[in-house]
C-alpha cells in the first residue's frame, strides 16, 4: 500500500514537471516570435503587413490581397492595389 502511495506520489510529480517544461517551451517561443516583431514593427496586437505601393502598414485582417507570381501582397486600398497591378504589366 505505501508504494502504491509513493508510486502515485512520484508520477503525480513526473507530471508536474513535463506541464512545467511544456509551459517554458510555450513561453520561450512566444518570447522569441515576440521580440522579433517588436524589433521590426511597432507592437501592434493585429499582424501588420505593408503596402508596397505606398509603404503604409496596415492590419491584415483589414488589407487588400493580391496573388502575384505565387507571392501575396497587401494593399491598403483598392487605389494602390491597382497601381500595383499596373506597375506588373
Ligand atoms: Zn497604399
Known sequence: MVRFILFSAFFLILYYV???FLKSLKSRKVL???SK???KQP???DV???DPVCGVYCPKKDALT???RGKTYYFC???CRN???DQKK
Do not use: C, H, M
Open 18 to 20: 513535463i506541464k512545467g
Open 43 to 45: 507592437p501592434i496586437i
Open 77 to 79: 486600398s483598392d487605389k
Open 66 to 68: 493580391l496573388n502575384w
Open 37 to 39: 516583431q517588436a524589433g
Open 32 to 34: 522569441k516570435t515576440g
Open 83 to 85: 497601381e500595383f497591378r
Open 48 to 50: 501588420l503587413v505593408q
